[in-house]
């Protein structure tokens, strides 16, 4: 099951990819929803034909790899030996090395959550090719939760090479689920789509975006299109039990819209993970 790779090496090893990927998730959540700005700002004004942006008015260039990690609070850049996932944060109890404010506990939550999710792939899959490519639509998902969360964005950029991802996984690792991956992506699509315009004649508001549209092909294309209803029943559910008791408990929050993708993400995890015993149960209850 693990191939040649013990399970002692296999999932300590997968434990540590995930940590070092979720770290730089952290920086993909920081930085993307303001480099995608950056590029629709330019491509803005180059179709207004305006002069591009210069000065006061230009927002700092930014991309994945520079500048360096900085403390949020004093802008100091943090030292390699402090930027080791979830180690740094501990060692540095929380505090920024040079102005000693605390930094958010979400980089090392969101470290530990990376990680948690490579070793359940491979725990439950083995350490294999098709674990890896599966460990990459987890933390594709992830990264699209937070970054939902955070700006109300989906992406293209995440959502449609997960999609490819999907499809490239089928043909590779099990090809009989090709037909069905296809299909569950168009429908995956469609089926929110109707949803959308249903929701926006009846009610004039709207009600998801079109990220979760391309998050829902995606997720159809990982799971093949039987798995669509309980994909929408899990991120709906979730969603709506989430929602009441947010509204409930932070009073401020009454009537703002919640992000879908952050439950379709998670039912997603769910479905990758577990989808073949859930399809089991689901059916089940189907018969009965
Ligand atoms: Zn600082």
């Given amino acids: 099951m693990y191939s040649d790779i013990p399970a002692v090496i296999a999932l300590?090893?997968?434990a540590l990819l995930g940590l070092v990927i979720g770290s730089f998730i952290n920086v993909?959540?920081?930085?993307?929803?303001?480099m995608l700005m950056l590029q629709?700002?330019?491509?803005?004004?180059?179709?207004?034909?305006?002069?591009?942006?210069?000065?006061?008015?230009?927002?700092?260039?930014?991309?994945?790899?520079?500048?360096?990690s900085r403390c949020p609070q004093c802008g100091t850049p943090i030292a390699w030996h402090d930027n080791i996932p979830v180690l740094g944060y501990l060692k540095r109890r929380g505090r920024c090395a040079h102005c000693h404010q605390p930094i958010s506990v979400q980089y090392p939550l969101i470290e530990l959550a990376g990680g948690a999710m490579v070793l359940a792939v491979v725990a439950i899959n083995g350490f294999d090719a098709a674990s890896l490519l599966l460990s990459a639509a987890c933390l594709i998902?992830?990264?699209?939760?937070?970054i939902d969360l955070r700006t109300q964005l989906l992406p293209d950029?995440?959502?449609?090479?997960?999609?490819?991802?999907?499809?490239?996984?089928?043909?590779?690792?099990?090809?009989?689920?090709l037909e069905s991956a296809v299909i569950g992506a168009v429908a995956g699509y469609l089926v929110l789509w109707c949803f959308?315009?249903?929701?926006?004649?009846?009610?004039?508001?709207?009600?998801?975006?079109?990220?979760?549209?391309?998050l829902l092909a995606a997720l159809g294309a990982w799971t093949g299109w039987e798995m669509l209803p309980l994909l929408l029943i899990l991120s709906a559910g979730v969603g709506a039990v989430v929602g009441?008791?947010?509204?409930?408990?932070?009073?401020?929050?009454?009537?703002?819209?919640?992000?879908?993708?952050?439950?379709?993400?998670?039912?997603?995890?769910?479905?990758?993970?577990?989808?073949?015993?859930?399809?089991?149960?689901?059916?089940?209850?189907?018969?009965?």
């Fill in 28 to 34: 993909v959540v920081a930085r993307l929803p303001g």
């Fill in 157 to 177: 950029i995440l959502t449609l090479p997960l999609l490819w991802l999907g499809l490239l996984y089928q043909l590779a690792f099990q090809p009989w689920m």
């Fill in 12 to 14: 300590p090893l997968a």
């Fill in 244 to 288: 009441i008791v947010v509204q409930l408990a932070i009073p401020r929050l009454r009537g703002m819209p919640l992000p879908f993708g952050p439950f379709l993400a998670m039912a997603g995890w769910i479905t990758l993970l577990f989808g073949g015993y859930l399809m089991g149960i689901y059916q089940a209850i189907m018969l009965f």
């Fill in 141 to 146: 998902l992830l990264t699209l939760a937070l």
């Fill in 40 to 68: 629709w700002r330019a491509e803005a004004r180059e179709a207004l034909a305006l002069p591009e942006e210069s000065g006061a008015s230009a927002l700092p260039r930014i991309n994945l790899v520079t500048p360096r």
């Fill in 196 to 214: 959308y315009w249903l929701f926006k004649l009846v009610t004039g508001k709207e009600g998801m975006g079109y990220g979760d549209f391309k």
